[in-house]
Structures are given as structure tokens and as C-alpha cells.
């Protein structure tokens, strides 16, 4: 990562830091130089990866996964704020599931496909929002009760309280480890991404950055 700008922590609220110790929210900033729109299909570079990595990960790898250290952190975080990791898998068990159903991880478009590769590289997921739709840093915090997702309320979802959000000044813009507000999203004419990755109790902050990493030198380069 010689070279690269650090990736920013993001903010925690005063509840979530307490409550939650080794949750960190790491966001970077990236001008995407790619000319292939971000939900077009991959280039060949990406594309051959995801081949490569359809290829690596197979039935022992995928069944034994959950064991591994990084995702077996992301699983213990799962109990703690109350999901079960078995029915609303953690971000890694669920790209390896959709592997083994398919027979190959599919291209969702060389944005999707970027954030999927720095998954399983690295096993710490990563998220996009489009720059332009976000004001002021990124932290984590909990719903209010009835809260839009994203600052459009009469087109997205009510939240209930005490739902675990990134969110940034003024509006929650995902559910922790959930979905992204619609308007805020990428799309295919976005040229500038705010990323972030999620970090918990035993990832150490090198995986998070790596992934974060993988994700900006995909982007930039032309």
C-alpha cells in the first residue's frame, strides 16, 4: 500500500463506542478514472479476477470459511448486536453461499464486482456511496424511531429505533451491514465514490485498510 492516503476513521456515537469496543468505520475517498461506467459489465482485468477467484474458492474453502479468523470475528459481531449469523449471513459467508449455488461468482458490474473482490481478498466488506449525495463525515450511530434511510423519506424506508445506521451529519445513508439508502447509491454515471469499510473486535485495521486499498487502485487506474 506504498504510496496510498490512509483511510480516514470515521466517527462513533458516544452509545455505539461503548457498547461496541473494536467497531470502527474506515472511509476513503476515490475519483474513479475507469472509462466502463461503474454498472457495466467489468473489464477484462476485473473480470479474469473474478475467474480466478470462482476457480480458488471451492466446496473444502467454502464450507470451512465461517472458521477462519477474520470471518469468524464478523460472526461473533453478528450475536453481539443480536443477528444470527445463520439466517442473515455476515457479508462473506454470503458471496462464498452464492458461489457454491451458482457454480461461479458472477459479474454484478464493475462496481459491485471491485467491492466483491476486496471481500474475499481480504474478508472485510466494503460498501460505496456516491460522493456528491453525502454531507460531512461518515460515523455510525442509531436510528431514531420512524427515520428515513437516506434524505428522500417519501421514497425510502422508516427505520425503527435503535437500528445500528452509517450515516453522515444529517441523515442515515445505510443500515449497518444492510442496505444502502437508494439514492445514495452509485450509479452509472458516478465518477467520485465515498467508500467505507466496517471493522470489529479481532480484525486488525490492516485487513480494512488492504480492503479499502484493493477497491481505490481498481477505481483509479485508467
Known amino acids: ?20 469496543p473494536g467497531l470502527q468505520l474506515l472511509v476513503s475517498e476515490v475519483d474513479v478514472a475507469r472509462a466502463t461506467p461503474l454498472t457495466a459489465r467489468a473489464p477484462r482485468d476485473v473480470d479474469a479476477r473474478m475467474r480466478e477467484l470462482s476457480s480458488k474458492i471451492r466446496g473444502a474453502r467454502a464450507v470451512g470459511i465461517r472458521r477462519e479468523a477474520i470471518p469468524a470475528a464478523y460472526r461473533v459481531f453478528y450475536r453481539h448486536i443480536g443477528l444470527d449469523p445463520d439466517v442473515q449471513r455476515t457479508p462473506i459467508e454470503a458471496a462464498v453461499l452464492e458461489r457454491m449455488v451458482r457454480g461461479a461468482f458472477l459479474s454484478g458490474g464493475l462496481l459491485a464486482d471491485v467491492l466483491l473482490i476486496a471481500l474475499l481478498d481480504t474478508g472485510v466488506p466494503v460498501w460505496a456511496l456516491a460522493a456528491d449525495t453525502v454531507d460531512g463525515p461518515l460515523g455510525i450511530r442509531t436510528s431514531g424511531e420512524a427515520e428515513p434511510l437516506g434524505r428522500q423519506p417519501l421514497g425510502d424506508a422508516l427505520l425503527p429505533s435503535g437500528r445500528l445506521v452509517v450515516a453522515d451529519s444529517s441523515a442515515a445513508l445505510a443500515v449497518l451491514f444492510g442496505e444502502l439508502a437508494p439514492a445514495h447509491g452509485a450509479t452509472a454515471r458516478t465518477r467520485r465514490l465515498t467508500l467505507f469499510a466496517v471493522q470489529v473486535a479481532g480484525v486488525p485495521a490492516l485487513y480494512a485498510e488492504e480492503a479499502l486499498w484493493s477497491c481505490r487502485t481498481a477505481l483509479e487506474q485508467p
Request: net charge negative.
Open 1 to 20: 500500500m506504498t504510496g496510498a492516503a490512509a483511510p480516514e476513521l470515521g466517527w462513533l456515537a458516544l452509545e455505539v463506542e461503548r457498547e461496541l
